[in-house]
Structure formats: structure tokens, C-alpha cells
């Protein structure tokens, strides 16, 4: 190669060189009431769609993820740091984590990546204008969802009569679920019991055993989600069929979940993400419900319970564990 052909190769890779130089780096805090291995598959969701729309870390984008392991006392203190790092955007994994970065932040725009009730807790104003810096999305199916579980337990389990329905006392979204499941279970065949889960510091198992309830529900809930070992022991120990809507619930024993594809929030929350980025303010970004749900079952569990889970439930399955 002369002198002449390298300078006119130079100056043709100059303008790459400049464009590559001067890209943005994005930042993005991740923020989770979750541990790291509980929330892998959400992150990479989350990654993954960002990567689909054109960012790579190492290139144009940073990730910062701050865990709080299953202990909401420490997510105001990891809001706190992801807002001195003055992230582009801040995505929730979790209605605390949602409130805990509300509260660190009025200025950075915050993500919700499956938040229930959020009109009702304050976080927006509406699902079609929800103002402020929040937007994203609801994994709140809707009041009537919960007589949709309510009907798979009964179906999966047709001798329950008496469930035990484990609720906080501040969650309205819940309470208009417990209405519904009222309103419902004479229909079904069964009466459901408030047991209310309030303290985060231990469940009180005896109070639960005085429902004589032969069957629990189990709102997906912070509280419920910090006392899953212990709610699923209590079950096992007295043979109860128990339903939920978190998927963890029946990998660690219990019967049945069925509620919103987390992984698909975890997804479509990168949109916003990319919207946001773009200069989109998030008061002006519609919040959006779910439109994917995950019925989980275990077969292991059924047996342990002597129960066959019908046909019925098996064909709508997304998962089913042996």
C-alpha cells in the first residue's frame, strides 16, 4: 500500500472513528426487593430487549442492579444510591421497590417493571396519565383475577371447602380481590377466610391454624413472598393444596401458581426504557396492564397431596413440574 491509498484509507475510517467516540453512554439503575439468582431470568429480559433496541453494555449502555435479598428495610438506601448515581432511568422489579424509588426521586424517571395497584398507592395519578416521573407497567391482572385461581384450586383440588386467603390489610387491590373471591365462592362450593399477613417479621402460623382452612391462597405479595418457606412448610405439614401467583410458590412446594408473565414485563419495561431515552417524558406514557399470564403446576406436589390435577389444568399449563 503508498502513502496516497493508506491517507484515503485513514480518512474514510476517521468518521467512524468520531461517531463511535462521541456515542452516549446510557445508565440504567435496576432496582429489586429480590436476590441476584431469584432475578436472573428478569434481568436478562430486560437486557436482552434493550440489546434488541440498539444498546450494549460496554458500548452505549451501563446497568447498575441493586439487590435488596428479600429484605424491603434496605431498599430506600439502594433507591438512595442509584439516585446519587444519577442514572438515566430507574427500573422496579417489585411494588416496594417501585415506592422506595418514588420516594428516593421526583426527578429521575422510574420504570415499573410490575407494580400492583399503582393508582392506589400513589405512584401515578392514572393508568392513561399517570404525571409525575412513573410510568411502565401494572401486574395487576384486575379484582376479578383472583376467583380465576380460585376456580383452578377448586378444580385441582374438589373435596377444599374452606380456603385461607393470606392478604395484607394495606393493599386495596387485594381487598377488592377478596371481595370478588366472596362474592364468588358460594358459586363454588366453598368459603374463603381473611388471614391477614402484616408483619414482615414472622407469620403467625398458630392464628392460621385456627381458620380450619383445608386449603390456602395466597395473595403475590411482598409479605406472603418474604414467608413462602414458612407458609409452604405449614402446608405440607397439614396436607394443604396451596395456589398463588408467584411461580417461585410451586417450585419450592406448592401446588398451583397462575398469574402475569413477569418475564414479559420485565420485557416491554425496556421499551419505556428506549421511549424515555429518547426524550419521552414518562408522566405522558400510558402505564400498561399485562397481557400474558403463566399457569405453573406441580405434579410432585399433587401426588404428595394425593391429588390428580385434571386434564383441563394440564392443557393450559405453561409449565409443569414433575
Known sequence: MNRREFFVLLGAAMPLCVTMAA?????VGVLTL???SGNASGIDALRNRLNDLGYVEGRNLVVEVRYADGNVQRLDALASELARLDVDVIVTFTTPAAQAAKKATDRIPIVMAGSAAPVELGLINSLAHPGGNVTGLT????ADFPVKQLQLLKEA???SSRVAVLMTSSNSAEALGFKAMQDAAPALGVTVVRFLVDSRAEIDLPGLAETHADALYAFPNATNWAHLNAILAYAAMNRLPAVSGDREWVEAGGLISYWTDWLDLRRRAADFVDKIIRDAKPGDLPVEQPMKFELVVSLKTAKVL???IPPSILARANEVIE
Open 23 to 27: 456515542e452516549t453512554i446510557h445508565r
Open 34 to 36: 429480590g436476590s441476584a
Open 139 to 142: 401486574n395487576s391482572p384486575g
Open 157 to 159: 383440588a374438589p373435596k
Open 306 to 308: 394425593g391429588l390428580e
